[in-house]
């Protein structure tokens, strides 16, 4: 069981990337996917999460209106379309599965723990350069 990542890069500021996530293993019907960052020297962070139980979206304030998460129907994958990218959003990106049991889940007190994770990934560079 696994998380597969893909689309990382380097990129000039205001540019675009699209990172993709897929399970090897196991479905993500039931769960919940975020992306996580972690620059040098600092913590990981979270960036987005989609519960796919309910379809319920969070953003982290520094992505709002810049990121998208989604999970295609149909296709048992995770996308996080980056766009206006910016030097600071250079990081290692991570995404990761957690289990989700009920439909009215709500995972606005918990989707930025780490812990909560049951999968990761092994990351992806994204470079934002100025």
């Known amino acids: 069981v696994q998380l597969v990542e893909s689309g990382g890069g380097l990129v000039q500021a205001g540019g675009s990337l699209r990172l993709s996530c897929a399970p090897v293993g196991f479905s993500f019907d039931n769960y919940a996917i975020a992306w996580f960052r972690q620059a040098p020297g600092k913590e990981r962070e979270g960036v987005s999460c989609i519960n796919k139980r309910n379809r319920m979206t969070y953003y982290a304030d520094s992505v709002k209106g810049r990121f998208t998460i989604s999970s295609g129907y149909g296709r048992d994958t995770a996308y996080l379309q980056m766009d206006n990218l910016r030097p600071e959003d250079t990081a290692v990106y991570f995404c990761?599965?957690?289990?989700?049991?009920?439909?009215?889940?709500?995972?606005?007190?918990?989707?930025?723990?780490?812990?909560?994770?049951?999968?990761w990934g092994q990351g992806t560079q994204v470079t934002v350069s100025s």
């Open positions: 990761a599965a957690q289990r989700v049991y009920y439909d009215e889940s709500d995972l606005a007190p918990i989707w930025r723990r780490t812990v909560t994770y049951d999968y």
